[in-house]
Nanobody, 116 residues
Framework: QVQLVESGGGLVQAGGSLRLSCAAS????????MAWFRQAPGKEREFVAA????????YYADSVKGRFTISRDNAKNTVYLQMNALKPEDTAIYSC?????????WGQGTQVTVSS
């Protein structure tokens, strides 16, 4: 059974930092491209960042470029999202995604709230 479990969310003031983690189990982690998405209240889910299976390639939404960093540790089956210079508009539920051509899995999400 595949599980993706996010952690590290919370309440932070604008300008602060948080580091999200997503621990994967039940799959061969190093085969999967990993990504973070977020969904704010009343809005559709949007892409935040992605990292290739090897970690050699990363991709970011324009809204977080330069502030967020995605990374992975294949030995720990974990993907991270370091979020710096947080803004109130970053408030959302952040979910991790694991995918290959044939498989696509989602975590339950972790709440990030940025106060102004």
């Amino acid at each position: 059974q595949v599980q993706l479990v996010e952690s590290g969310g919370g309440l932070v003031q604008a300008g602060g930092s948080l580091r999200l983690s997503c621990a994967a189990s039940g799959l061969t982690f190093s085969n999967y491209h990993m990504a973070w998405f977020r969904q704010a209240p009343g809005k559709e889910r949007e892409f935040v960042a992605a990292i290739s299976w090897s970690g050699g390639s990363t991709y970011y939404a324009d809204s977080v470029k330069g502030r967020f960093t995605i990374s992975r540790d294949n030995a720990k089956n974990t993907v991270y999202l370091q979020m710096n210079a947080l803004k109130p508009e970053d408030t959302a539920i952040y979910s991790c995604n694991a995918r290959t051509i044939l498989r696509n899995y989602w975590g339950q999400g972790t709440q990030v709230t940025v106060s102004s």
